[in-house]
């Protein structure tokens, strides 16, 4: 099968995150078992989403990873003019939601298993297909765990988000933080006989506004982390909820903070920051109002950033293939950083680009599969020489 083919069949299954992938991960067995490929399963803690791991070459230390991930984003509220779940083709591009983050790395892998077996590998090539990315990577971590211990350990991983096939050497990490604000209900014309969560919370979103401001000026002073852009470390209040009428000081307030971290930053630097203010400025004056009251703070999935490897490996070999030496960051996120940090020389490179995930009509451009498949044609020869 050609990578726009395996697409077309990977597209077709809807595996939003926290669904269930089981279908998908089970066509893509019965494709490796067709071809004789072991592979194992590795399944996440909610029964229903698995990672899938397969090995191709002699089993040895020292192979190349693959990565992709094969959870896509929710499409609900979106103004699709297609099925998302149906690939179309529409002159050279490809719609459908995975269709470039990132079901076509996944295809044009899958699509070079063949040549895979054919071409005698000295190297081993891993693939690597990952449940939760778009959540909380813990499809990642499961299957970074067993490197080394119960697999053997790769020495180079290529994460294939979409890049438009240019090597990618930097992304920022990403640390989430669930705040729930507890206040005193009493009626709002007596407003300071109680606490008002919503107020409360007010009050700490405007913290971690003028703490993302401090970044920001110190960036725009100094310049900020070359080729990020934004170049700082970015502190977001995305959701926040709370209170029960306009004419009661609110029981409860909730928001998340999503923190993006600059390689070379420490984000729980601002978590430890952010609940020294909460726990010396903010709750001393809520529980002096009612004891009950109080602020409670979690941290989320963290996942670390990645960096610029200086004569890695990855880098070396990717530029080789793709002949791009070009400097590229990303601002977004990914499981490259995971890799990274288990010691596997790591960049993205992937087809597609980034601007299309998550949209409507996601597209990508079938040429962008075909440059991909001679990436990976070349990275076959390379671990056959």
């Not at 990578?3 to 077309?8: A, R």
């Not at 995975?98 to 005698?120: N, S």
């Not at 294939?160 to 240019?166: A, C, D, L, Y």
């Not at 209170?243 to 307030?253: E, F, K, Q, S």
Request: with cysteine; hydrophobic share 40%; proline share 5%.
């Amino acid at each position: 099968m050609t990578s726009v083919e395996l697409l077309h069949r990977l597209v077709g299954f809807p595996t939003v995150s926290d669904t269930d992938n089981r279908a998908l991960i089970d066509f893509v067995g019965d494709y490796l078992k067709a071809h004789g490929v072991a592979f194992e399963l590795v399944p996440l803690a909610d029964g229903r989403n698995f990672n899938l791991w397969a090995t191709i070459g002699p089993n040895v230390d020292g192979g190349i990873v693959l990565s992709g991930h094969v959870d896509v984003v929710p499409v609900e509220g979106q103004p699709w003019s297609s099925d998302p779940f149906t690939l179309v083709a529409r002159g050279d591009k490809l719609y459908g939601r995975g269709a470039c983050d990132m079901k076509g790395f996944d295809a044009c892998v899958l699509a070079a298993v063949p040549a895979m077996l054919k071409a005698g590998l000295k190297r081993p090539i891993h693939i690597c297909l990952s449940a939760d990315e778009e959540v909380r990577m813990a499809g990642a971590r499961a299957l970074i765990a067993r490197l080394g211990k119960d697999w053997v350990k790769p020495a180079v991983c290529i994460v294939g988000e979409p890049s438009r096939m240019k090597v990618v050497t930097g992304h920022k990490g990403y640390l989430r933080i669930d705040t729930h604000v507890r206040g005193f209900e009493v009626h709002s014309s007596n407003r300071y006989a109680g606490v008002s969560a919503v107020m409360v919370a007010a009050r700490l979103v405007a913290w971690l506004e003028q703490r993302d401001l401090k970044n920001k000026a110190e960036a725009e002073r100094t310049g900020g982390v070359p080729h990020f852009d934004p170049g700082w470390t970015m502190l977001h209040v995305g959701m926040i909820q709370g209170g029960t009428a306009h004419n009661i000081t609110a029981l409860d307030c909730k928001f998340v903070t999503g923190v993006r971290v600059v390689p070379g930053d420490d984000g729980e630097n601002y978590a430890r920051e952010y609940e020294d203010f909460v726990r010396t400025e903010i709750e001393p004056e809520m529980k002096a109002v009612h004891p009950s009251a109080g602020v409670t703070i979690t941290r989320g999935y963290a996942s670390p950033a990645l960096g610029a490897e200086p004569e890695g490996e990855a880098e070396r070999l990717a530029r080789k293939l793709t002949g791009d030496n070009g400097t590229h960051v990303v601002a977004y996120g990914a499981e490259a950083g995971f890799f990274q940090k288990a010691g596997l020389s790591t960049v993205i490179c992937g087809p597609g680009d980034i601007a299309q995930a998550h949209q409507p009509d996601e597209w990508i451009e079938i040429s962008e599969l075909a440059k991909c498949d001679a990436f990976i044609a070349g990275l076959i020869r390379q671990c056959a020489a």
